[in-house]
């Protein structure tokens, strides 16, 4: 079964900007709806953003509207690559970020609403 790929975690100061990757462990002509997570210790894992198969809709955790952006590509080549564009950022933001993919079409807001996972990547923000 298809893998998912995070890479771009790192360690950053408040009010730094961050990119973070998703792409599928090997090429696959299916299409996922496509999604973030976040897990900090000692909590559940939450939903940080979400986009449609087409990309026509996004979807958007209350605690990163206005500051995070979420986007995919779907050539050929790059089938369900996602990206998660994070500015501004506060170390509340302090957690593992999970990529997150699933063949149904709607964007669930938790975890159990997508079926393939990637191990995740560290992001710290220093305050």
């Known amino acids: 079964q298809v893998q998912l790929v995070e890479s771009g975690g790192a360690l950053v100061q408040t009010g730094d900007s961050l990119r973070l990757s998703c792409a599928p462990s090997e090429r696959t002509s299916r299409s996922y709806t496509m999604a973030w997570f976040r897990q900090s210790p000692g909590k559940e894992r939450e939903f940080v953003a979400g986009?449609?198969?087409?990309?026509?809709?996004?979807?958007?955790?209350d605690s990163v509207k206005g500051r995070f952006k979420i986007s995919r590509v779907n050539t050929q080549n790059a089938r369900n690559t996602v990206f998660l564009q994070m500015n501004n950022l506060k170390p509340e933001d302090t957690a593992v970020y999970y990529c997150?993919?699933?063949?149904?079409?709607?964007?669930?807001?938790?975890?159990?609403?997508?079926?393939?996972w990637g191990q995740g990547t560290q992001v710290t923000v220093s305050s």
């Open positions: 997150a993919g699933d063949e149904g079409w709607a964007v669930g807001t938790t975890a159990d609403a997508y079926a393939i």
């Open positions: 986009i449609t198969k087409a990309a026509t809709n996004t979807y958007y955790g």
